[in-house]
């Protein structure tokens, strides 16, 4: 018996737990089941707008699945557990280039197993369309099959699972797409592209509508930042470079929130927005975010967000400790925009 067919004593304990507490705080409605196969090699890929997203698959896919999880920042409870219990392989998502996690992946679809993975590479806000290649890589490489899969209601609804509101939750399966063919490697990026796209139009279209609005949404805005300093009692605004960079990262909690949930790191003065602080919170908030080895903050920003967006954030960082450092700066106020 291969790995792929073995099941533990903790995984187990937590299908089960998992799939009570789907029943117990969420409402489905489900569409597609039939179209899950019975068996692999497969790659399940969805759209992942919330960590509720692997949960709530977890509760139509096979024991056997195997998930792809993030492993670039330390896990909290309960999030700790369920990693250590699941078929989870964990990648740093700021190394596209970790073979290690590739290997992993690579040697459960040759084996026949399935792959739980989500496009988007994390649940930070942006437009659908901006997915990696890595599932269309793994589907040619390993010539598997791939299911898409698309989750609606999931973004932003923790609020209404605490209060035991029990949201609504839509998942749809689609129909299972061939492998990805296999070309010369001088025509390998440009499939690969078109695999992704083409994957994601699919996913797309299994959303409900307010979910491909808000992704709609996602892909036209415009970010901007406002700050307003301090010196005594009197406000006055300033111009901050790289202010539009640091207005996206901040208006975008899935994106900042690692930092404070998983890092521990104080921040205050870049999440809550419109209200002043004192410098010294501001120094400490810059501090802190520049220092983060978990991971470096410019391989976490150069892979959600680019390197030109990245460099931009850095610079707005820089110019925000020194007007800290600025003697007279009594306060600070951020106030990002988007349009």
Same mark, same amino acid.
């Given at each position: 018996?291969?790995?792929?067919?073995?099941?533990?004593?903790?995984?187990?304990?937590?299908?089960?737990?998992?799939?009570?507490?789907?029943?117990?705080?969420?409402?489905?409605?489900?569409?597609?089941?039939?179209?899950?196969?019975?068996?692999?090699?497969?790659?399940?890929?969805?759209?992942?707008?919330?960590?509720?997203?692997?949960?709530?698959?977890?509760?139509?896919?096979?024991?056997?699945?195997?998930?792809?999880?993030?492993?670039?920042?330390?896990?909290?409870?309960?999030?700790?557990?369920?990693?250590?219990?699941?078929?989870?392989?964990?990648?740093?998502?700021?190394?596209?280039?970790?073979?290690?996690?590739?290997?992993?992946?690579?040697?459960?679809?040759?084996?026949?197993?399935?792959?739980?993975?989500?496009?988007?590479?994390?649940?930070?806000?942006?437009?659908?369309?901006?997915?990696?290649?890595?599932?269309?890589?793994?589907?040619?490489?390993?010539?598997?099959?791939? *299911? $898409?899969?698309?989750?609606?209601?999931?973004? #932003?609804?923790?609020?209404? !699972?605490?209060? /035991?509101?029990?949201?609504?939750? %839509?998942?749809?399966?689609?129909?299972?797409?061939?492998?990805?063919?296999?070309?010369?490697?001088?025509?390998?990026?440009?499939?690969?592209?078109?695999?992704?796209?083409?994957?994601?139009?699919?996913?797309?279209?299994?959303?409900?509508?307010?979910?491909?609005?808000?992704?709609?949404?996602?892909?036209?805005?415009?970010?901007?930042?406002?700050?307003?300093?301090?010196?005594?009692?009197?406000?006055?605004?300033?111009?901050?470079?790289?202010?539009?960079?640091?207005?996206?990262?901040?208006?975008?909690?899935?994106?900042?929130?690692?930092?404070?949930?998983?890092?521990? *790191? $104080?921040?205050?003065?870049?999440?809550?927005? #419109?209200?002043?602080?004192? !410098?010294?919170? /501001?120094?400490?908030?810059?501090? %802190?975010?520049?220092?983060?080895?978990?991971?470096?903050?410019?391989?976490?920003?150069?892979?959600?967000?680019?390197?030109?967006?990245?460099?931009?954030?850095?610079?707005?960082?820089?110019?925000?400790?020194?007007?800290?450092?600025?003697?007279?700066?009594?306060?600070?106020?951020?106030?990002?925009?988007?349009?």
């Amino acid at each position: 018996m291969s790995d792929n067919d073995t099941i533990t004593f903790g995984q187990t304990l937590l299908r089960t737990w998992s799939r009570f507490n789907v029943d117990a705080l969420l409402r489905l409605n489900t569409a597609g089941e039939k179209n899950i196969p019975d068996k692999g090699p497969l790659l399940i890929a969805a759209n992942h707008a919330s960590s509720l997203d692997a949960p709530v698959l977890s509760y139509f896919l096979p024991p056997t699945t195997w998930y792809v999880g993030p492993g670039d920042f330390k896990l909290i409870f309960p999030s700790n557990l369920i990693v250590k219990w699941s078929r989870t392989i964990r990648v740093k998502r700021a190394n596209s280039l970790e073979l290690e996690g590739l290997r992993r992946m690579i040697d459960v679809l040759k084996k026949g197993g399935m792959l739980l993975i989500f496009p988007e590479g994390g649940t930070w806000e942006k437009p659908l369309h901006q997915a990696k290649e890595g599932v269309a890589y793994l589907s040619m490489v390993t010539q598997t099959p791939i *299911l $898409p899969v698309g989750i609606g209601g999931a973004y #932003g609804t923790w609020s209404e !699972v605490f209060r /035991l509101k029990r949201p609504m939750i %839509s998942v749809k399966f689609g129909e299972v797409i061939p492998p990805v063919p296999q070309v010369a490697h001088a025509h390998r990026n440009a499939v690969l592209e078109n695999a992704t796209r083409d994957l994601m139009d699919r996913i797309y279209r299994l959303l409900p509508g307010p979910d491909q609005k808000r992704y709609d949404e996602l892909a036209r805005r415009q970010y901007d930042l406002y700050t307003e300093i301090w010196r005594g009692d009197v406000p006055q605004m300033v111009d901050l470079p790289g202010r539009t960079a640091l207005g996206e990262l901040i208006q975008k909690p899935n994106l900042l929130n690692p930092f404070v949930r998983n890092a521990g *790191l $104080p921040i205050d003065p870049l999440r809550f927005h #419109g209200r002043r602080f004192p !410098v010294g919170a /501001l120094q400490l908030a810059v501090k %802190s975010l520049k220092n983060t080895r978990q991971p470096s903050l410019q391989e976490y920003l150069e892979y959600r967000l680019g390197s030109d967006k990245t460099t931009a954030i850095q610079f707005a960082l820089d110019a925000l400790q020194q007007i800290a450092n600025t003697e007279g700066v009594t306060g600070i106020s951020l106030k990002p925009v988007w349009r």
